[in-house]
């Protein structure tokens, strides 16, 4: 499944069906064909979701700092691994636009 979030207040916003339905869970939302983020919704799922990065984060640095650990070469990071951030910072922005705007953002209509 593919999600397109759409509001008046942004461009459209695609995201592949595992991945919009871990944002939708960090949110708040029961994944499904059809939805929407109301306007007194989205400061909450915006804190929702920095929370979400910052557990991310921590972790991320928390596995780094164990392989480092184990391994006495440097390993560089993959570069072909999106982050937690990468993905959902388009949403946040799109959320922060809409809610200025008094703008609701759907899916799956």
């Not at 499904?32 to 109301?38: K, M, R």
């Not at 946040?92 to 703008?103: C, E, I, L, P």
């Amino acid at each position: 499944m593919i999600y397109r979030f759409k509001s008046k207040a942004t461009a459209d916003l695609l995201m592949l069906g595992a991945e919009g339905e871990r944002v939708l869970r960090l949110i708040g939302k029961e994944p499904s064909p059809q939805g929407i983020i109301e306007v007194h919704q989205m400061p909450a799922a915006i804190e929702a979701l920095h929370q979400a990065l910052l557990m991310d984060e921590q972790r991320c640095i928390a596995q780094q700092e164990a392989v480092s650990e184990e391994s006495s070469d440097e390993q560089e990071p993959r570069a072909d691994t999106v982050t937690l951030r990468q993905r959902v910072w388009p949403l946040v922005t799109m959320m922060t636009t809409a809610h200025s705007q008094n703008n609701a953002i759907v899916w799956g209509v």
